[in-house]
């Protein structure tokens, strides 16, 4: 689906003195759910940045669906993979309907096809009775549910014309309880479409409950990926975290459940 | 909080310019009536074709307030549309063309087409210049070319490899900004005491002697922004989520911002070389229309083109009629009801954050 090979970056001039990834390679198979995860400077946004092409690696490639991600054109990219940043900026009065169908913009669906798929996403993210409400007017969690839902349609596609990517820079940040448990559910629907999901999460539990797999980022480095099972265990945690945590398994779904 | 919908805006402000352009063509030191004004527009051109029947209020309204009311229509145009557009680009509602210095840069490329350009000082080429002033003014020529030299110099200041960055730009605006009123004030220190009167006559913000050069060199400019600008109103809402979104749209943000900065200066450019600096327009027309109808720019910039007009025309109209037969400049009127309504604006916005 998506490939990272050899990719070094460092934001200073002289690059070598300043590694923030340092020659990362990563694999991401379709239809999949990974976090990444790591301790905050491990390089867990600037990876993500070039996955989605917004910055240039230094060294190394990004092979998206067979093809160097530098070579595909912009609006046919846009079909196939959406991103979800950290900030927004919308100051301007849209409303919540409006901006969830800028999501629809690469697409030539048609416009009754995309008001379904707005009200699909919409309702995923338990916003459809925000639908008509002015978008600056929201708060910070319903805001990042709007954008979600936004994201969520621009991959959110009619005719199939290959694996779609959907990136998202901590999507639950602002999420209250109900809604980081929302998310789980939200992650499933879309991969259960096709669509392949890396993320940045922080929250352990949050990752181990939703994704297939983690990867986990130190210092620029890759230091395990697996499942949550093969990675979330005291040892990597005590290594990348420099924390001491208890690791058990949950009684009811088995999955692993870190206790500080 | 939104009104109306945006084809029932449209079809208001349709209906609402040729309206407003008969009353400035009815108003004047000489009131004509509208019956006669609606016939003589119905015969434009064969009016006073019998010498034998000569007829002033035909000659008033087809060489005086004809070309003067369609002048201000597409000024206001221009300046609406352009003001909606760089605020889209900054995803600010209080940006203006005279924020990336265009007004400014425009301005003293003016002044120094006035100084230098009068027969004062080119001497033996007075008799070209003479002409050059009568046909396309000398000082229109020099205030398009500084307000586009302006733009792009600020725009190469704040471009790199990693795009625009909108607060290098406004910085490198005010700091252009700077220099051009230098310019403007070296000018005035050697200026004698027919240019410095044609210099702050030109910065008021005028729209008398309108001829049908300016309105033709106007109306070419609001064609090329008409075949321009609706591609562009897309793009325009998707780039007020971010750069990056916009990109992660599949938007091809950095030509797209090339193009418009272009286009916005040749819009403005033109309108300030045509009136002289008439402020606000760009900022009230478009606030008062996302009022109305939103800010979905496929929308917003049709509507506003078309209130900007309507605004310019009336304000020209009452610059006219208030202290008969005294003209006030236009550029006064909009900056004595643009200036409360800019602050009004502010306070608002303080109050957001």
Known sequence: MIEAKNISFGYSWQRDKNVLLDNINLSIEAGSSTALMGPNGAGKSTLLKIFSGQLKAHQGEIIFNNKNLQDWRAIEKAQMMAVLAQENVLEFNFTVTEVVTLGRSPHNSGRIIDQDIVTTALNLVDAGQLAQRYYPHLSGGEKQRVNLARVLAQVWQTTPVGPRLLILDEPSAAFDLAHQQLLNSIIKEIVSHKVTVLMVVHDLNLAARIVDNIVLLNQGTVQATGTPHQVLTEATIAQVFGIKTEVFKHPETGLPTILI | ?353
């Open chain 2, 1 to 353: 909080m939104r009104i109306l919908k945006p084809h029932q805006l449209m079809t208001i402000l349709l209906f609402l310019l040729p309206a407003t352009m008969i009353f400035g063509m009815i108003s004047g030191p000489l009131i004509i009536p509208a019956v006669e004004v609606i016939n003589i527009m119905l015969h434009f051109g064969s009016n006073n074709s019998d010498q034998n029947n000569f007829n002033q209020n035909v000659l008033i309204v087809e060489s005086i307030r004809l070309p003067r009311v369609c002048l201000a229509a597409l000024i206001g145009m221009l300046l609406a549309s352009c003001g909606a557009v760089l605020q889209g680009l900054f995803r600010n509602p209080l940006a203006d063309p005279t924020l990336i210095g265009v007004s400014a840069g425009a301005s003293a490329g003016a002044s120094l087409a006035i100084v230098f350009g009068s027969s004062q000082v080119l001497g033996e080429f007075s008799l070209t210049s003479q002409f050059l002033s009568n046909t396309l003014p000398v000082t229109a020529f020099g205030a398009f070319i500084g307000g586009l030299i302006t733009s792009i110099l600020v725009y190469k200041l704040a471009t790199n490899s990693q795009g625009t960055s909108v607060a290098t730009m406004l910085l490198a605006g005010i700091a252009i900004s700077a220099l051009a009123g230098a310019i403007n004030s070296l000018l005035n220190f050697f200026a004698d005491n027919e240019m410095l009167r044609r210099l702050s006559l030109w910065r008021m913000g005028n729209l008398d002697n309108a001829t049908w050069e300016r309105v033709m060199l106007c109306f070419f400019a609001v064609l090329l922004l008409i075949l321009l600008l609706p591609k562009e109103g897309r793009a325009l809402n998707a780039i007020l989520l971010g750069e990056s979104e916009a990109r992660h749209l599949g938007f091809d943000v950095e030509k797209m911002k090339r193009r418009l900065i272009i286009l916005t200066a040749l819009g403005v450019g033109v309108a300030i070389a045509m009136a002289g600096t008439i402020a606000f327009l760009g900022i009230v027309i478009p606030h008062l229309i996302r009022l109305l109808i939103g800010p979905d720019h496929r929308y917003l910039l049709p509507a506003s083109a078309i209130g900007g007009a309507i605004l310019l025309v009336l304000a020209d109209t009452l610059a006219r009629i208030l202290i008969p037969p005294a003209e006030i400049p236009a550029g006064i009127i909009t900056a004595v009801l643009g200036a409360p309504f800019f602050i009004w604006l502010l306070l608002q916005q303080r109050q957001q954050l």
